[in-house]
């Protein structure tokens, strides 16, 4: 889940808590019935609210702790849900869904998020202004993740000779530089959000005023804690029994990495996003979709490389071709679209047929 959902505002009411009636459902599957695809399935549903409550508990915590404090605790655990999933898929070997994954969420987040609160936003109300500088200094961070992205795969597609000990070298090198260059936006963002500056930024949004914290920390911070705890439980569930699920179903792992995977996490985000939008509150819709983007594509991706060292097995930073294309086409069309400052439903109907476009044309890749 991306950070912009937790800085932006709580999540919108109602909420989909009645989905954790999977978390017993997912455990007794896997303990009592021992059906594989049940247990995948029913990990992943348990997963969506699971996300949202950690969501839900980071803004109660961010909004009593300040604007500097709340600002780290929501670029630590913006993404905390697919970080888990993705660790836990690294520590199995499971390279090839965890890229998809990353990739589906800066997907999902950058052409489905926007794409659908574009459009109801825009049946609702017309046309709809938001900040076009906001959207430029976004658009300019996502661009230099697409470079982090497309260079290591340009490397190994068109030079012949290379080496693990190369791959290994620029993947830890571009995956340093992507760090260093969150952690200097996230130090510029804070200090944009000083007594004397309070304007919209890249990495951290404030909050409106109108939602007032409701839980107590003590509160917060157990719901935090079990939630994650039980997330990592759903997701070994997830990844024990990805691989029976999908020779069960016979689903090629891109497509479940870029459009399932990456789906269940970002669940509550996005109904998040479409409310805001249905409010014309498009500048915390924008700041959902582009932050969270930002955040796998600079911080989480690259935190894997380095994660991935302690494994058996480690993770490089080379995606395949149509995932640097996949990827790389989203940021163009939307840096395009969302950079006028206006938009309508439109525009929002067309950045989701591009999302079905690229659903149908993973679908029997691999």
């Given at each position: 889940?991306?950070?912009?959902?937790?800085?932006?505002?709580?999540?919108?009411?109602?909420?989909?808590?009645?989905?954790?009636i999977?978390?017993?459902?997912?455990?007794?599957?896997?303990?009592?019935?021992?059906?594989p695809?049940?247990?995948?399935?029913?990990?992943?549903v348990?997963?969506?609210?699971?996300?949202?409550l950690?969501?839900?508990?980071t803004?109660?915590?961010?909004?009593?702790?300040?604007?500097t404090v709340?600002?780290?605790?929501?670029?630590?655990?913006?993404?905390?849900?697919?970080?888990?999933?993705?660790?836990?898929?690294?520590?199995?070997g499971?390279?090839?869904?965890?890229?998809?994954?990353?990739?589906g969420?800066?997907?999902?987040n950058?052409v489905?998020?926007?794409?659908a609160?574009?459009l109801f936003?825009?049946?609702r109300?017309?046309?709809?202004?938001?900040?076009?500088r906001?959207?430029?200094?976004?658009?300019?961070?996502?661009?230099?993740?697409v470079?982090?992205?497309v260079?290591?795969?340009?490397?190994?597609q068109?030079?012949?000779?290379?080496?693990?000990?190369?791959?290994?070298?620029i993947?830890?090198?571009?995956?340093?530089?992507?760090?260093?260059?969150?952690v200097?936006?996230?130090?510029?963002?804070?200090?944009?959000h000083?007594?004397?500056?309070?304007?919209?930024?890249?990495?951290?949004?404030p909050?409106p005023?109108?939602?007032p914290?409701g839980?107590s920390?003590?509160?917060?911070?157990?719901?935090?804690?079990?939630?994650?705890?039980?997330?990592?439980?759903?997701?070994?569930l997830?990844?024990?029994?990805?691989?029976?699920?999908?020779?069960?179903?016979?689903?090629p792992?891109?497509?479940?990495?870029?459009f399932?995977?990456?789906?269940?996490?970002?669940v509550?985000?996005?109904?998040?996003?479409?409310?805001?939008?249905?409010?014309?509150?498009?500048?915390?819709?924008?700041?959902?979709?582009?932050?969270?983007?930002?955040?796998i594509?600079?911080?989480?991706?690259p935190?894997?490389v380095?994660?991935s060292?302690?494994?058996?097995?480690?993770?490089?930073?080379?995606?395949?071709?149509i995932?640097?294309?996949a990827?790389?086409?989203?940021?163009?069309?939307?840096?395009?679209?969302?950079t006028?400052g206006r938009s309508?439903?439109?525009?929002?109907?067309?950045?989701?047929?591009?999302?079905?476009?690229?659903?149908?044309?993973t679908f029997?890749?691999?």
């Amino acid at each position: 889940m991306g950070p912009a959902a937790h800085n932006c505002a709580r999540m919108p009411k109602p909420t989909l808590d009645w989905l954790l009636i999977f978390v017993p459902i997912a455990l007794a599957a896997q303990f009592l019935f021992d059906q594989p695809v049940v247990v995948f399935v029913s990990s992943c549903v348990a997963i969506v609210p699971l996300a949202g409550l950690i969501g839900r508990a980071t803004d109660q915590l961010a909004e009593r702790a300040g604007p500097t404090v709340g600002g780290l605790l929501n670029a630590t655990f913006g993404n905390v849900t697919e970080l888990i999933i993705s660790i836990l898929l690294v520590w199995a070997g499971e390279f090839e869904i965890v890229k998809a994954t990353l990739i589906g969420s800066i997907l999902g987040n950058l052409v489905l998020v926007l794409g659908a609160s574009y459009l109801f936003g825009g049946l609702r109300h017309g046309e709809q202004r938001f900040d076009s500088r906001a959207a430029r200094l976004h658009s300019a961070s996502l661009v230099l993740a697409v470079a982090g992205l497309v260079m290591p795969a340009a490397f190994v597609q068109f030079y012949a000779h290379e080496t693990v000990a190369q791959i290994e070298v620029i993947s830890l090198g571009v995956a340093a530089v992507l760090i260093v260059l969150y952690v200097a936006a996230l130090v510029f963002t804070l200090g944009r959000h000083g007594p004397r500056n309070h304007r919209t930024t890249v990495v951290v949004n404030p909050r409106p005023a109108e939602d007032p914290p409701g839980w107590s920390t003590q509160r917060s911070l157990i719901v935090l804690l079990a939630s994650a705890v039980t997330v990592g439980v759903m997701s070994e569930l997830l990844v024990h029994t990805l691989e029976p699920t999908l020779a069960a179903l016979h689903l090629p792992k891109l497509f479940v990495g870029l459009f399932v995977i990456a789906f269940i996490g970002n669940v509550a985000e996005h109904a998040s996003a479409v409310v805001f939008a249905l409010r014309d509150k498009m500048d915390i819709a924008i700041e959902i979709s582009f932050s969270s983007s930002t955040q796998i594509a600079l911080l989480v991706a690259p935190v894997l490389v380095f994660i991935s060292l302690l494994s058996p097995h480690p993770m490089d930073f080379i995606f395949i071709p149509i995932e640097v294309v996949a990827v790389t086409l989203a940021t163009l069309i939307v840096s395009v679209i969302a950079t006028d400052g206006r938009s309508n439903w439109l525009e929002g109907a067309q950045l989701l047929g591009v999302y079905v476009i690229l659903a149908v044309s993973t679908f029997f890749f691999g």
